[in-house]
C-alpha cells in the first residue's frame, strides 16, 4: 500500500538527518582538534519495483564516512617536535602496547599530524599515548633497505640513547701550500710544523702533528720534502709514519706532486691520494692529493699557508634540541654543533585515503577498503613533505556546518510532517468504520 510506503519513507528520512546530525554535531566539537578529519554523509535512494496501479516510496539510506583525503591548513608552532604532513599522506604511530611487541605483532596506525615530546624513556609520543615510529639511521645517517610495504622495519623514536654523543675522526683533508724556495741550495727556512686537532672514539681531543722538512741540495732545487707525522695520544709524542715527496716544476704541473713514498706504518694510495695511518682508536686516510693534481699539498713560490686543513668527527657533546627536515629525516642537535641523523620518518599512503578506519586521537589504520599501505620517503611519489614546528588544522568549517545544520533541521522537520500526515490520514481511514 503507497501510504505505508510514504510512512516508511519518511521514518527512513528521519533516521538518516539523525545521523547527519550526529557528523555536524562530530565536527562542530573538533573544530579545534589539530589533525581532524571531517565526517560526513552520503545519501542514497532507495528505489521499491513499482507497479502500474500505485506507486510506493524506496526511502533514503545513509553512509558516513570520514574525508581523510581532506587536507588541513598548517600552522606554525614553537616545538620542533609539532610534526604534520604538508600534503597527501600520514604519520606512522603505535600504541603503548606497540612500544614491547615485536614489528610483526605491533599495532600500526597513521595520523596526519602529531605534538610529539619526548616522555621519561625518552620516546617521542603524544598527549593521547601515540608513539612515533621512524626507520633508525647508522652512524653515517643512512637507514638502508627497508621494507616500505610493512612496518617490520620501523621502530619507536627514542632520543635518550643519543643525550651524549662522540664521533671519531676517520679523515683528513690537507690543503696547504709549501714555499719552493725553501728547496733551493743554502736556504734557511727550517722546519714547517702543522697540527691537526682530532678526536678518538670517546671524544678525547688529540693532536697529529705533520713536520715538513725540505730537503736542501748542494746547489739548485731539490723540489722535495720529507714529512713526519707524530701522534700527540703517546706519551712522548710518537712518530706513526713519514713520507717523501718530490713535487713538479714541469711548465704545466709545476708546483704539484710528482711523487709520494709513505713508510714507518704510513702507506699512499696514488689512485685516491689519500695517506693511511693506524690511531689508536683506528684507520684515519689523510688526503694530501694526487699526483699532478691541483688538490691537497702544493709547492709554489709563496709562504707556507694551511689555506684548506679539514677533518671530520666530533667531541663529545650534549643533546640540546631534536630537529626535523622536510624529507623526514630526525637529526639530534648538540652543543657542540653537531648534527646527527637518528631516524628517517615516512609516510605512509594508501590508495583509498577514505577508506581508512578511524580510531580515537585522530588515527586511522588500513582496513579493506583502504587498500594495501606503502611507506614513501616524505616528498617523494604522491605524498607531501614532513614540516617540523607545525600542526595541521581540523578541516571543519565552522559557518559550512551550521549552514548545514539548519538544512538538516528543516529536512528532519519535513520528514517528521511526513508521518504526521500519514498517521492522520490512516486516521481518517480508520473513522470510515464509524
Known amino acids: 500500500m503507497s501510504i505505508s510506503s510514504s510512512l516508511n519513507a519518511g521514518v527512513m528520512g528521519l533516521n538518516v538527518n539523525s545521523a547527519r546530525l550526529s557528523t555536524i554535531s562530530d565536527n562542530i566539537a573538533n573544530s579545534s582538534t589539530a589533525g581532524y578529519k571531517r565526517s560526513q554523509v552520503d545519501f542514497s535512494s532507495m528505489v521499491i519495483q513499482q507497479r502500474s496501479s500505485a506507486y510506493s516510496a524506496g526511502g533514503v539510506r545513509v553512509d558516513t564516512f570520514k574525508d581523510v ?70 652512524s653515517s645517517g643512512e637507514v638502508g ?16 640513547t643519543s643525550q651524549f654523543t662522540a664521533t671519531p675522526t676517520t679523515e683528513m683533508d690537507l690543503g696547504i701550500n709549501l714555499p719552493a724556495d725553501a728547496t733551493n741550495a743554502g736556504a734557511t727556512t727550517g722546519d714547517f710544523n702543522l697540527p691537526v686537532e682530532y678526536f ?25 720534502w720529507k714529512v713526519d707525522i707524530f701522534d700527540s695520544a703517546g706519551d712522548p709524542a710518537v712518530s706513526i709514519g713519514s713520507l717523501d715527496i718530490e713535487f713538479s716544476d714541469a711548465p704545466v704541473s709545476g708546483g704539484r706532486i710528482l711523487t709520494a713514498t709513505a713508510s714507518g706504518g704510513a702507506s699512499y694510495d696514488p ?64 652543543d657542540t654543533g653537531l648534527r646527527r641523523t637518528l631516524y628517517q620518518i615516512p609516510v605512509g599512503d594508501v590508495p583509498n585515503m577514505n577508506g581508512l578506519q578511524a580510531l580515537d586521537g585522530q588515527a586511522y589504520k588500513v582496513s579493506g577498503s583502504s587498500g594495501s599501505m606503502y611507506l614513501w620517503d616524505a616528498g617523494a611519489g604522491p605524498v607531501g613533505a614532513v614540516a617540523g614546528y607545525s600542526l595541521m588544522e581540523s578541516t571543519t568549517d565552522i559557518a559550512a556546518e551550521l549552514t548545514d545544520l539548519i538544512e538538516t533541521q528543516r529536512a528532519y522537520s519535513s520528514n517528521a510532517k511526513i508521518v504526521q500526515t500519514v498517521d492522520e490520514m490512516l486516521q481518517e481511514t480508520t473513522n470510515l468504520k464509524r
Open 271 to 334: 689512485a685516491t691520494g689519500a695517506i693511511s695511518l693506524s690511531l689508536p682508536h683506528g684507520p684515519v686516510s689523510v688526503n694530501i692529493g694526487r699526483p699532478n693534481d691541483s688538490q691537497g699539498i702544493t709547492q709554489l713560490a709563496a709562504p707556507f699557508s694551511p689555506t684548506n686543513v679539514s677533518k671530520n668527527g666530533a667531541p663529545i657533546g650534549d643533546l640540546k634540541s631534536v630537529e626535523i627536515d622536510e624529507k623526514g629525516y630526525l637529526q639530534a642537535v648538540y
Open 200 to 224: 678518538d672514539n670517546l671524544g678525547r681531543a688529540n693532536t697529529l702533528t705533520f713536520q715538513f722538512s725540505p730537503v736542501i741540495p748542494a746547489s739548485g732545487a731539490s723540489n722535495q
Open 145 to 160: 633497505n627497508v621494507s616500505r610495504n610493512s612496518g617490520v622495519n620501523l621502530a619507536p623514536v627514542n632520543i635518550s
Open 69 to 138: 583525503a581532506a587536507r588541513g591548513s598548517l600552522i606554525s608552532t614553537g616545538s620542533a617536535t609539532d610534526i604534520a604532513v604538508s600534503g597527501r599522506g600520514l604519520l606512522p604511530v603505535t600504541d603503548t602496547s606497540g612500544l614491547t611487541s615485536t614489528p610483526s605483532n605491533r599495532q600500526m596506525m597513521l595520523v596526519p599530524t602529531g605534538s610529539f615530546y619526548a616522555d621519561e624513556n625518552g620516546n617521542l609520543r603524544t598527549q593521547s599515548g601515540l608513539f612515533l615510529l621512524g626507520w633508525p639511521a647508522n
